[in-house]
């Protein structure tokens, strides 16, 4: 399988910044889907963003027009800039990759999670 990394969390004051990356071990061209997902302490994880192959991006209403979710094939990696972060959007944030444009190879795949603290 494919491992993901993520990384760019951290502590910003409400109203900031941050961007946060996954990148993969390896190609991902043939990766149909790059979701993020966060978990609050106590919370269920939930989907924050999405880009498929096909059928574009996809945002979670609590983060629409803050939170953009791009990819960029030749450097293996999925980002997520976020903008005026909210004492809400605290959490542990996650990076999946699943779904293949090629039969022989499958992908459903992790990463450990980057933690981003809103907080003044």
């Known amino acids: 399988q494919v491992r993901l990394v993520e990384s760019g969390g951290g502590l910003v004051q409400p109203g900031g910044s941050l961007t946060l990356s996954c990148v993969a071990s390896?190609?991902?061209?043939?990766?149909?889907?790059f979701t993020w997902y966060r978990q609050a302490p106590g919370k269920e994880r939930e989907e924050v963003a999405s880009?498929?192959?096909?059928?574009?991006?996809n945002y979670a209403d609590f983060v629409k027009g803050r939170f953009t979710i791009s990819r960029d094939n030749g450097k293996r990696t999925v980002y997520l800039q976020m903008n005026g972060l909210e004492p809400e959007d605290t959490g542990n944030y996650y990076c999946?990759?699943?779904?293949?444009?090629?039969?022989?190879?499958?992908?459903?795949?992790w990463g450990q999670g980057t933690q981003v603290t809103v907080s003044s």
């Open positions: 999946h990759a699943f779904g293949s444009l090629i039969p022989s190879r499958g992908y459903d795949s």
């Open positions: 880009t498929h192959d096909a059928l574009g991006t």
């Open positions: 390896e190609s991902i061209e043939y990766i149909t889907t």
